[in-house]
């Protein structure tokens, strides 16, 4: 069936659309229709020059396409040598995701270009000539990690309309240049310059951005009138506005929060100011500011308070240890994160939304009183998901457990004292999601076997647990996902096959076992795991088998990391398990391929 639809699309499209591995099969070379506008191809990371054949010399193409199903994709250089650069009158290019370093500065040579997407890829630079990509309209760079410069004539990109630029970290300067390109609609991300680049008043002109900004290094700002002259009044479909800080400076940083924001702006965040004392300096200020939904403050050690807001749909305050107060009047607020806000005094707040709040996030917190906080959690009709992180002070939860009848997801991490989870977790009917990481007190589990029934993932990480027996694991019946890590340090046979505490439940699709120093056999009760498709196993010096061995051939992936003596088995052409897994999609050892010809464990 999906082959027919696969001719009916391209009998509609004219066979304008071509998928390359429709084409490509066996290794045969196929000339391609003249027809042909738009391609795409799944990456094969060790033939992928060879499929271009036919395409190196046609020039007609729109659309060059490369998909990848694998999690870490490679297009060869050759391919961005001698193929792409010869496509002259391609309209969109997508290069995103795959492990390119360097782009060939032939790139310039692709002048119709209108969408160029170069999302998450390890490059530290741009060719100058993509400058003269004059019809450019879009230009995505997001999660371009590595990426520290821009070219310096990107005023010369006259029809750029979209620039993504977010998480870039190591974007430090953006040139005077972008100020020229006033039809811009997307600027993710303005980083103010102390010398000769993009100043913060270059906004003034920008009247058509719209979505979300970042303003970053605002320490260069010289004086609030600098700042006025962004004009952000005039920028009515902005949504978003962050503000970031990254060293001290005078107080004319609080100026800048006195002013005039879009009446829009529905989120607004702020980090690293270390002299804000009050979120908004006048009341006025968010008085205007009517669709105000999410506020997030980070990292603002002397901040005392937040002026009142009255409609709010999250609210996060991280790491601003002088904090007292949150607004009165949240009985909104969908989503709270707390974190490292030891003079906090949130209980009081906490309950004010307690029929609205769905998810609550808290941690660092020393001197966490639980009881408290818990006294009022059987109102807390709507709360789905509950975080605890670094709370020290946590050493037991209250007698009752949590009456939270709707929670789905629950995750404790780096709670060093907690020596139990919660009572009655048997009563949690909607729970699915449960991780507890880092709580070496932790000695048991499921107290009394009160095991969650309806548990989807289960996540267990450096606890000081006793026996994975008392985890009556084949009990959830509904689980799919299972990782543990850290956890039985002396463990030298996973399961017993004749006791069913310690069997896994045949629903289990996702099996994670890592940094188990004594294992060394797994059992006959894994054959039990008929709808395992990812099996991952890392530092297991002594495992000297796979489970299942029968059926692994219903594996999708298999992951398997410092583990020597599997890995010996495992040799292409030599190891025993080479007939076994060579047909499994995706295999690893020590994160390479098997499919790599270099491959050689």
């Avoid at 391209?10 to 738009?38: A, F, P, T």
């Avoid at 003269?132 to 004539?153: D, F, H, M, W």
């Avoid at 991490?413 to 048997?426: K, Q, T, V, Y």
């Avoid at 219903?554 to 897994?581: A, H, Q, T, V």
Wanted: hydrophobic share 35%.
């Amino acid at each position: 069936m999906h082959d027919l639809i696969n001719d009916l699309a391209m009998c509609v499209s004219g066979y304008k659309c071509l998928r390359l591995d429709d084409m490509l099969k066996d290794n045969l070379r196929y000339k391609i229709s003249e027809k042909v506008r738009h391609l795409s191809f799944i990456s094969d990371i060790y033939k992928s020059y060879d499929r271009f054949s036919s395409v190196n010399s046609f020039q007609s193409l729109r659309t060059f396409l490369p998909l990848s199903i694998y999690g870490l994709p490679i297009l060869t250089q050759r391919v961005l040598l001698d193929v792409v650069p010869k496509l002259y009158y391609m309209r969109e290019l997508s290069l995103s995701g795959y492990q390119i370093y360097e782009l060939p500065s032939s790139i310039g040579n692709l002048r119709h270009l209108r969408y160029f997407n170069l999302s998450r890829i390890p490059l530290k630079l741009l060719p100058e000539s993509v400058s003269t990509l004059c019809n450019l309209q879009v230009l995505i760079l997001e999660g371009c990690y590595r990426l520290s410069k821009l070219p310096a004539r990107m005023d010369k990109l006259i029809n750029l309309r979209h620039l993504n630029i977010a998480d870039t970290s190591q974007l430090c300067e953006m040139s005077e240049g972008i100020a020229r390109l006033t039809s811009l609609q997307t600027l993710s991300k303005l980083i103010v310059s102390k010398s000769s680049g993009l100043k913060i008043n270059d906004l003034r002109d920008f009247s058509l951005l719209k979505g979300e900004i970042s303003i970053e290094e605002l320490q260069h700002v010289v004086n609030v009138q600098e700042a006025t002259d962004a004009r952000l009044t005039n920028k009515p479909s902005l949504n978003k506005i962050r503000l970031e800080w990254s060293s001290t400076f005078d107080d004319s940083r609080n100026e800048i929060l006195e002013l005039d924001f879009p009446l829009k702006l529905e989120n607004f965040e702020i980090d690293d100011c270390e002299e804000l004392v009050t979120l908004w300096p006048s009341e006025n200020i968010v008085q205007r500011l009517v669709n105000l939904q999410n506020v997030s403050v980070k990292m603002c050690p002397n901040l005392l308070s937040i002026q009142e807001i009255s409609v709010i749909g999250s609210l996060s305050i991280e790491y601003c240890a002088s904090v007292e107060l949150l607004p009165d009047n949240i009985s909104s607020c969908r989503e709270m994160n707390i974190r490292n806000c030891p003079s906090l005094k949130i209980m009081t707040t906490i309950e004010d939304c307690s029929t609205s709040l769905e998810r609550l996030y808290i941690g660092d917190w020393v001197n966490l009183n639980l009881t408290n906080l818990m006294r009022s959690f059987h109102n807390y009709s709507s709360l789905t998901r509950l975080y605890i992180f670094s709370c020290d002070g946590l050493e037991s939860f209250p007698q009752g457990g949590l009456p939270i009848p709707n929670l789905r997801q629950l995750k404790i991490i780096g709670c060093r004292n907690l020596r139990s989870l919660p009572d009655r977790m048997e009563q949690l009917l909607s729970l699915e999601y449960l991780a507890v990481h880092d709580c070496p007190s932790l000695t048991e589990f499921f107290h009394q076997r009160n095991i969650p029934p309806n548990l989807i993932s289960l996540q267990i990480h450096n606890c000081g647990l006793k026996s994975h027996g008392e985890l009556d694991l084949h009990k959830l019946t509904s689980l799919e996902s299972f990782h543990l890590d850290m956890v039985y340090p002396d463990l030298v046979s996973f399961s017993n096959d004749n006791d069913q505490h310690y069997l896994l439940p045949p629903s289990l699709k996702i099996l994670e076992l890592w940094d188990l120093p004594n294992l060394e056999t797994l059992s006959k009760g894994f054959q039990n795991l008929t709808s395992l498709r990812h099996l991952n196993l890392w530092n297991c010096p002594k495992l000297v088998a796979l489970p299942m061995e029968d059926r692994l051939y219903n594996l999708y992936s298999l992951n398997i990391s410092e583990c020597p003596l599997l890995k010996k088995r495992c040799s292409r052409n030599e190891g025993d398990y080479w007939p076994i897994i060579a047909d499994i999609p995706i295999v690893k050892i020590d994160d390479r391929s098997i499919y790599d010809p270099e491959f050689c464990p």
